[in-house]
């Protein structure tokens, strides 16, 4: 992702958007408070992320927001039946047709958390970090040089399903899904944070 | 770990079953029929031929060591205070045992030449129980799986099978129902969780899935059996299952939905962790292997020895030893040294054996002991329950794996301890090939059968009569109040 310069070049109303965008959590996905909301507007604009949900255009999520924040309850461990229900249903009849459909490789909630990204047809490398909590980051180049899209996955055993899949090894060779990953590992790699690449 | 197919082509071997012939000779049996070897020599170049087989022992498996007249040639590699398998060291010819399972066979070259079609058919090849087991299962996976679950959150709930008595006494007229292959059948019954993700408390405890729940569970006053297993402080080898009292544990979910719907409350749920990913793992194993346990005689003992191995694949632990004599008798104390420090590959997957225990003492409960049509029964192990003839047990009873069946009466039933008993069978003609004569006998001495678990048959008659009534435990109750506890409730897994 390139980086910003001349967040001074900006117009003051323009950088307030961006400071009350960074309180509210539209701007990052998470709120902060208002002391802290100019230093987190500045280095995320800096950091060249996506401006598009404080500027009022959000891009439309790729999962219905039910499905979201069941995936997001799950991975932090707050999942009741009604979570594990709506993922189901979900699963079952309206994800994407390049999520595994199999749940001995990819479970309901890392599927839910996968889908959020785009279809893989755009993907450019993909580079994955774990977290503190035991989740990992996965963030994902795009081939036409847009904002680069990131997603929580629940755990280690889904970011290796994942890698599996960018690897061309993932849940079987009848799997409709691999036409969306194309030849993605032909052109493409993934890393994970502190290791070598992998291609 | 990531289990799947496995990547090369089976070795396939002949067999050859040895035992001492003598006091130091060998005897081989091939397919090619038997052979006796006496002279040193002889022994020698007989055991160095035999590389390329798969090598077992006919009897105890130690007793190779006379094999040759010289012990210290001999070194058995020990696992749980159990020999695996012995190594002749100056041919690297390695014996493994089959478990006592061609026993009393007319013709166990026949069996295991059958076996070992059988095997073969299915693109596994010769080797020890348990890797027969593992190789069988693994060669029905359809692709790789990761399973990976906390062996600290599972091992705990690691219970095994059920073990009680109603009372150490001779009973009569009882019979003897068990629940055929029982723990093949429950495994393909469902799928099991490969991973697990904690989950909130007021997740249902769903009993067709493999979710493992901490939690604390009142279980009520009137039971004639406990409902739910917890390890004894202090001694992790002890089991109780408590009645009228609060008990806390970690359990499957199956577990605890059944003994809630045995009239346990759930008072308090301390942790819950549902299935993350999930796989029927056993399900195309299970219909690849059934019909071997019908083959004739030793073979279809070795098949269900094979089968019912698999589970106990995933709760192995421990540390390896070796054990060394270090005289050419090998009559003194042996030697036993540590092994060679391999890692369980299986570690992770320690829920599997969890799961399908629990399955199995489940089925007992609801079925059985939880049962308001049946009487308590007097002896329960497993996955067999001894109980007063004339109940009407066809109600649970069926036909086919999974189902229970009748499988004995049982006129004379002595009871020492759970797992340790005597019957007199109601066949007249039982031990004896003159009815007339039979008929006599059984009227003034009855042909005792004896039953030991983990004895060999021909050794059962002199544990029972080793084991003193009543049985039980003498133990220090160091928490729990000595009120709660009857040594009817207490048994140990291995007595």
């Known amino acids: 992702m390139a980086k ?53 255009h959000a891009p439309r999520p790729s999962v219905p927001t039910p499905v979201a924040a069941a995936a997001a309850a799950s991975a932090e461990g707050r999942g009741g039946n009604l979570e594990a229900a709506t ?56 081939k036409n040089g847009g904002y680069d899209v990131q997603t929580i996955l629940p755990d280690q055993a889904a970011a290796k399903a994942v890698m599996a899949v960018l690897s061309g090894i993932g849940p079987g060779d009848d799997w409709d899904g691999w036409d969306d990953y194309g030849d993605w590992w032909d052109s493409h790699d993934f890393d994970v944070a502190d290791t070598d690449t992998v291609s | 770990m990531n289990v799947g197919p496995p990547k090369r082509k089976a070795t396939l071997r002949p067999w050859a079953v040895i035992s001492v012939h003598g006091t130091r000779g060998l005897a081989v049996t091939t397919v090619d029929g038997l052979v006796l070897r006496t002279r040193a020599l002889q022994v020698h170049q007989g055991l160095a031929g035999l590389t390329g087989h798969a090598v077992y022992v006919g009897g105890r498996l130690t007793e190779c060591r006379r094999i040759g007249g010289d012990a210290r040639a001999w070194q058995a590699s020990v696992w749980n205070d159990k020999a695996v398998s012995m190594t002749h060291t100056p041919t690297g010819l390695v014996v493994r045992s089959l478990r006592g399972t061609l026993e009393g066979d007319t013709d166990p070259a026949d069996s295991l030449e059958l076996f070992r079609g059988w095997l073969e058919d299915r693109g596994v090849g010769l080797g020890s129980v348990s890797a027969m087991a593992r190789n069988l299962w693994r060669r029905t996976l359809p692709t790789e799986v990761e399973i990976d679950t906390d062996p600290e959150l599972s091992r705990p709930a690691l219970f095994g099978g059920r073990q009680a008595i109603r009372g150490a006494r001779t009973y009569q007229h009882q019979v003897l129902l068990d629940l055929e292959a029982a723990y093949p059948f429950e495994m393909a019954n469902r799928p099991y969780a490969l991973t697990w993700r904690k989950v909130s408390g007021s997740r249902s405890l769903d009993p067709d899935a493999a979710g493992m729940v901490a939690a604390s569970v009142h279980v009520p006053t009137g039971l004639a059996y406990g409902l ?66 019908a083959l004739p005689r030793g073979a279809g003992r070795l098949v269900k020895a094979v089968t019912s191995a698999l589970w106990g694949v995933f709760a192995v632990r421990g540390e390896s030893h070796v054990m060394r004599w270090d005289t050419a008798a090998g009559n003194s104390e042996p030697l036993i040294t540590a092994g060679p420090n391999r890692p369980n590959p299986y570690v992770r997957t320690c829920h599997l054996a969890t799961e399908t225990t629990a399955r199995v003492r489940s089925r ?94 021909s050794m059962a008659r002199d544990v029972f009569r080793r084991t003193s009534r009543p049985g039980g435990y003498t133990v220090e109750l160091p928490e729990w109040p000595a009120a709660d506890l009857t040594t009817d409730d207490l048994v140990s897994p291995n007595p």
């Open chain 1, 4 to 56: 910003r310069t001349g967040w001074r070049d900006l117009s003051q109303a323009t950088r307030d958007r961006y400071t009350r965008a960074a309180e509210r959590g539209t701007l990052t996905g998470s709120p902060t408070s208002s002391n802290r909301a100019r230093s987190t507007a500045y280095n995320y604009w800096r950091s060249g992320g996506d401006l598009r949900a404080a500027r009022g």
């Open chain 2, 228 to 293: 739910l297993p917890e390890r004894f402080p202090g001694d992790d080898q002890l089991v109780a299952y408590r009645r009228a009292t609060t008990v806390r544990g970690v359990w499957s979910w199956g577990e605890v939905a059944a003994a809630v719907s045995c009239g346990a409350e759930l008072v308090r749920i301390h942790a819950n962790y549902a299935p993350a990913t999930e796989a029927d793992l056993f399900g195309p194993w299970w219909r690849n292997v059934a019909d071997g346990r």
């Open chain 2, 364 to 457: 007992l409960l609801a079925d059985v002991l939880a049962n308001p049509a049946l009487p308590p029964p007097v002896h329960v192990d497993t996955d067999g329950v001894i109980l007063r003839k004339g109940a009407d047990v066809t109600a649970v009873c069926g036909t086919g794996p999974g189902t229970w069946r009748l499988k004995r009466a049982m006129p004379t039933l002595e009871v020492k301890a759970a797992q340790v008993y005597r019957f007199v069978c109601d066949d007249r003609l039982c031990g004896h090939r003159d009815p007339l004569a039979a008929a006599v006998a059984y009227q003034a001495a009855p042909v005792w059968h004896y039953s030991v678990a983990g004895v060999p048959a």
């Open chain 1, 87 to 142: 993922l189901r249903v979900w699963r079952e009849t309206a994800a994407p047709g390049w999520i595994p459909p199999s749940r001995a490789f990819l479970a309901d909630d890392a599927a839910a958390a996968l889908a959020q990204l785009p279809n893989p047809r755009g993907w450019g490398n993909v580079h994955f970090t774990p977290q503190d909590d035991g989740r990992w980051r996965m963030v994902v180049e795009r």
